[in-house]
């Protein structure tokens, strides 16, 4: 039914945890194959991915957005995409609801057209990051822009009806969202938990990338112009 594509890069802790909370729907037959793009890892990525039964691809030097493109293309056995980030851990359970989410939308009259992603949560204790998971939830329900880290669940269709993830840099995952549409992505009640590491090295970084999101989600401004911002 699903076919999960996760981009990797020196991700062997990570990719440890994120498989983890794959065994379950696996083993359900809710998930056909996992496959690891690895966009030149240095580390012991490769190891986990085989001990864990994964198709590996190696795509050194390409970007996150190219290698889930190249890994959307050679998925072969779910006719719905599941694309993670290797620090992104589903809590368990969440493949009861992407089932019901998928059964829903082959029935519904434009549910092919329809893509899921799940509710975030930070691993961090503490009222800053509760109020951080408070302003994902309205980002991704008001704009229709969840994060990567989120995970986004689509059918194969209709990603190939969108042309897949464009070849940017950075903001390929707002970049998806805005053309698949804010009234086309079901927010699931399922969470993606994530430790929510700072992006860049300082505040000014943080700041300009942080805006360089809410330009392409509140503002409409395309991705491949904002990206300049982001760096």
Same mark, same amino acid.
Do not use: K, Y
């Given at each position: 039914m699903i076919s999960v594509v996760v981009a990797t890069k020196n991700s062997e802790t990570e990719l440890v945890h994120a498989l983890s909370s794959l065994v379950t729907a696996a083993a359900e037959g809710v998930i056909r194959e996992v496959i690891i793009v690895d966009g030149g890892s240095n580390d012991a990525t490769e190891q986990v991915a085989d001990a864990a039964g994964c198709s590996w691809v190696n795509c050194n030097g390409k970007t996150r957005s190219e290698c889930l493109s190249h890994g959307a293309g050679l998925a072969k056995r779910g006719e719905w995409l599941l694309f993670l980030w290797p620090e992104t851990l589903l809590e368990s359970g969440w493949h009861h609801e992407a089932q019901a989410f998928i059964d829903r939308a082959s029935r519904a009259p434009n549910g092919l057209t329809t893509a899921a992603s799940f509710r975030l949560r930070y691993e961090s204790f503490g009222m800053s990051a509760r109020i951080s998971e408070s302003l994902a939830a309205l980002r991704s329900q008001l704009l229709g822009m969840p994060y990567g880290n989120q995970g986004l669940l689509i059918s194969r269709q209709f990603y190939q009806t969108l042309g897949g993830h464009r070849p940017l840099p950075e903001l390929e995952d707002l970049d998806i969202a805005k053309r698949i549409g804010r009234?086309?992505? @079901? /927010? /699931?009640? $399922? +969470? +993606? @938990? &994530? $430790? %929510? $590491? +700072?992006? %860049?090295? %300082?505040? &000014? &970084? =943080? !700041? =300009?990338?942080? !805006?360089? =999101? !809410?330009? @392409? %989600? +509140? /503002? =409409?401004i395309p991705a491949s112009v904002a990206v300049k911002l982001h760096g």
């Open positions: 009234s086309q992505i @079901v /927010l /699931l009640r $399922a +969470a +993606a @938990v &994530t $430790a %929510g $590491a +700072a992006e %860049g090295d %300082g505040s &000014t &970084t =943080r !700041f =300009r990338q942080a !805006f360089a =999101r !809410f330009c @392409v %989600g +509140a /503002l =409409r």
